[in-house]
C-alpha cells in the first residue's frame, strides 16, 4: 500500500530478459537497506517487489523482475534505458498519510491529451478507456503514474488534474508531453462503491 506522495525519480539503467521474467535496473538516489529487500516498492505506480541492491558512489542500483503480464498492463512496456520514473516506499505503520490509499495495482493505461502551462501550474487532461469513466468523480482522487492527484474536471472519458511546481518539479511530470502514456489507478473507495452499492 502507498500514498500517491512521490518520494523522487529514478533512472532506467537497464532492461535485461531472463526466461519468459524481464528485469529492470535503475538508478536511484533513495537510501535502501538489505532489510528492503523483498518489499513492495512503487515505480510510476505498479508495485514491483525489490530483489536487490548495490551500491554505487553516488546512487544505488534497484533490481526488480517484472512479468510479462504486468508489462502489458502498464505503460513500462514503453520505457527505454534513460527514461524517469517515480519512486515510492511502501507504507508503514504510523507513516503519515498525506495523499490517499494507492495499491500499486493499475487499471488502465492513460494517454495525455493536452499539456498546457498556466501561470505558475500546468492543466493536464487525460484520455482513459470509456468503461473506466465511472470511476471518475470531480475533487476525487486518482492515482497517475502513482503521483496521488485531484480530479478537477471531466469530459467524456477524459479527465483534467491541475499540478502545482512542487509536484511538477518533483516527479517524472516535467518529463512527459502530448500523446504520452501514463498509469492510471482509480480510487480504491471508489471502486469498491461502485461494484458493491446498487
Known amino acids: 500500500m502507498f500514498t500517491g506522495i512521490i518520494e523522487g525519480t ?9 526466461k519468459n521474467n524481464f528485469s529492470y535496473i535503475f538508478s536511484c538516489k533513495l537510501p535502501v537497506k538489505k532489510k ?3 518489499t513492495s516498492i512503487s515505480i510510476n505506480g505498479v508495485c514491483l517487489t525489490l530483489v536487490k541492491f548495490s551500491k554505487k558512489k553516488r546512487n544505488n542500483d534497484l533490481y526488480f523482475d517484472i512479468s510479462p503480464e504486468t508489462l502489458k498492463i502498464t505503460n513500462l512496456i514503453n520505457s527505454k534505458v534513460g527514461d524517469f520514473f517515480n519512486i515510492e516506499k511502501s507504507l508503514k505503520f504510523g507513516d503519515e498519510i498525506a495523499g490517499h490509499f494507492v495499491q500499486g495495482h493499475v487499471d488502465d493505461i492513460g494517454k495525455i491529451k493536452s499539456f498546457i502551462k498556466i501561470k505558475n501550474s500546468w492543466q493536464i487532461w487525460i484520455q482513459i478507456k470509456s468503461k473506466f469513466k465511472k470511476f471518475l468523480i470531480t475533487k476525487g482522487s486518482v492515482s497517475v503514474n502513482g503521483i496521488s492527484l485531484t480530479i478537477n474536471n471531466i469530459k467524456n472519458n477524459m479527465f483534467r488534474v491541475d499540478i502545482i511546481p512542487h509536484t511538477f518539479n518533483k516527479t517524472n511530470l516535467n518529463k512527459l508531453k502530448k500523446n504520452s502514456t501514463v498509469n492510471i489507478e482509480y480510487d480504491l473507495l471508489i471502486k469498491f462503491l461502485k461494484q458493491n452499492v446498487k
Open 10 to 18: 529514478v533512472n532506467l539503467k537497464k532492461i535485461s530478459k531472463n
Open 36 to 38: 528492503d529487500i523483498g
